[in-house]
């Protein structure tokens, strides 16, 4: 990790090459909210046509709604507490859109698909966790990428009679960041990136802490 120097060093077996054509910006997402959420897709072992829940809608998971519409052609609920991101999320092809703020999220998902196939989880708040548990059906499986300071409540019988599985994954392999930068390079996923001066890093601290930014933030470190 080399994240406030100018240049760093690394051995060539560990080096993916950037498809030719691919924004810069939008490649420096890629390789880190990019390839954990292709990952996480991946690992989720969703199918075309499937119904697939994302709970939070910021860096990583709109991300992961692109890798799972575009990709995996998969069918995807968007779950949020904040209307912007999920007006993003609409926007991007989301097929349902929850504020888990206003409903019960769980019960949506399940009156409305049969509970969904799979879930994803990026936002760091327990109660997003224990719903994506209550959101799938059974043989669904819950992806956890977020890392919430508290530790999640499981109804283990619920987990053993309906054959649910929970499994954690953190960033992808190489040979995942080769394939989750080619899907960027075809138009199948769009990072939205906002580039930005050195001299507005205190300012964007302060915008992340208080989640007003959206998708994800390049420091231009050119000027």
């Known amino acids: 990790m080399a994240a406030w120097r100018k240049s ?12 030719d054509g691919l924004d810069s910006a939008a490649a420096s997402s890629i390789t880190c909210a990019g390839v954990t959420t292709y990952k996480a897709v991946k690992v ?10 994302i709970y939070g809608l910021g860096g990583l998971g709109n991300l992961a709604l692109q890798y799972a519409k575009n990709v995996f052609n998969a069918k995807v609920i968007a779950i ?56 799938v059906r059974a043989g669904g499986r819950v992806v956890a990428v977020g890392l919430p300071p508290e530790a999640m409540s499981l109804d283990i019988p619920r987990l053993v009679l ?11 392999t190489r040979q995942d960041l080769v394939e989750a930068f080619q899907f960027a390079a ?7 990136v906002t580039l930005r001066p050195l001299e507005d890093i205190n300012a964007i ?19």
């Open 8 to 19: 760093a060093s690394s051995p060539p077996t560990t080096r993916v090459k950037v498809p």
């Open 205 to 223: 601290f302060k915008e992340m802490e208080q989640g007003q930014i959206r998708g994800r933030m390049v420091i231009d470190l050119r000027s």
């Open 80 to 135: 949020d507490v904040n209307d912007g991101q999920l007006e993003l999320a609409a926007s991007m092809g989301a097929d349902l859109t929850i504020n888990s703020r206003n409903e019960d999220a769980a019960k949506v998902i399940q009156e409305k698909t049969g509970g969904a196939h799979a879930a994803v989880v990026t936002a760091v708040a327990k109660a997003a966790f224990n719903s994506a548990v209550d959101a």
């Open 186 to 192: 075809e138009g199948k996923v769009v990072p939205k």
């Open 162 to 172: 309906d054959g649910i599985e929970v499994v954690g994954s953190l960033v992808g």
């Open 44 to 53: 989720s072992h969703i199918k075309p046509g499937q119904w697939i829940a």
